[in-house]
């Protein structure tokens, strides 16, 4: 069973940065397509960045492209997400993902397993 753990989370004021991690366990990590999406309350399940099993392809939503980087570590079975200049409407839980689907893309039914999320609070 593939298990999936965030962390990083945190209160942060607006304009700093975060690094959120995800430890993967339980399976073949280095053939997943990655990816974190984020939720805020009382809104749909957003997608923001993936990543392939190689790390060479990479693929942002448009509220995060040019100030969050997606990367993983398949040596640690972890991805990261770092986010830099953060906004008040970063705000919400982080949920970090795994598709067996090499070509997986943004829409959250392609990935079959999910982290328990973090939470990102971001202070005007």
């Known amino acids: 069973q593939v298990q999936l753990v965030e962390s990083g989370g945190g209160l942060v004021q607006a304009g700093g940065s975060l690094r959120l991690s995800c430890a993967a366990s339980?399976?073949?990590?280095?053939?997943?397509?990655m990816g974190w999406f984020r939720q805020a309350p009382g809104k749909e399940r957003e997608f923001a960045a993936l990543?392939?099993?190689?790390?060479?392809?990479?693929y942002y939503g448009d509220s995060v492209k040019g100030r969050f980087t997606i990367s993983r570590d398949n040596a640690r079975n972890t991805v990261y997400l770092q986010m830099n200049t953060l906004k008040p409407e970063d705000t919400a839980v982080y949920y970090c993902a795994g598709s067996n689907n090499l070509y997986a893309q943004s829409r959250p039914s392609e990935y079959a397993y999910w982290g328990q999320g973090t939470q990102v609070t971001v202070s005007s």
């Open positions: 990543v392939r099993w190689s790390n060479s392809y990479t």
């Open positions: 339980g399976g073949t990590f280095s053939r997943y397509t």
